[in-house]
């Protein structure tokens, strides 16, 4: 609708609404179709991504899966903006502590849940493991992605991902964690998720 408004006005146009992604934004603008793009959910999410974006990092954004939960959900209810994917959001000046006592963390289940756990854990300075007993991470997020329009949910397992990448935690697929496991590894927390 923005192309169709701008072929009839001369002053800029601006188009908005679940635009996500900086290279559709870029397009949009190379392509005439609007002189400026609004991004809000997508920096509420991730309030680095025009500057991910413009380095090159673009598998270092978290997107945005229009969620609705932390921003337009919250201020319906004349909450504070937060956002699901990114507790930060909203929360700025909390800080993740590094831990006083770093432990060793046995994450077990690679849903969501699981890995941003598993993310968090490392972030504070535990060592950490991951184990799965399926054959990919993600959990039931995936099979969500799989619907009709969803396909961007698929979005949240794969920066925890890449997350998960970044800071070389060690993952297990396909393993199903016994008390034996639990045993011969010996860690100082488990997080059942």
């Keep these: ?70 921003c337009w959900e919250r201020i319906l209810h004349g909450l504070p903006v937060t956002c699901a994917q990114n507790p930060q959001s909203g929360n700025e000046r909390l800080k993740l502590e590094p831990a006083a006592n770093p432990k060793k963390v046995m994450v077990i289940g690679g849903g969501v849940a699981g890995m941003k756990a598993a993310v968090t854990a490392k972030q504070r300075g535990h060592i950490v493991t991951l184990y799965e007993k399926k054959p990919a991470l993600g959990g039931a997020l995936t099979i969500a992605a799989k619907a009709p329009t969803r396909a961007d949910l698929g979005q949240v397992p794969r920066f925890l991902e890449h997350e998960i990448k970044l800071l070389d935690i060690p993952v297990h697929l396909e393993c199903e964690v016994t008390p034996q496991i639990v045993e011969k590894e010996k860690p100082d927390a488990v997080i059942v998720a």
């Design 1 to 70: 609708m923005s192309a169709e408004i701008r072929e009839l006005v001369r002053v800029p146009v601006v188009t908005a609404i679940r635009i996500t992604d900086p290279v559709m934004a870029n397009d949009i603008i190379n392509n005439g179709e609007a002189d400026m793009v609004v991004m809000t959910r997508a920096t509420i999410c991730d309030s680095e991504m025009p500057n991910k974006a413009k380095a090159g990092r673009l598998d270092d954004i978290r997107q945005c899966v229009g969620c609705n939960e932390g």
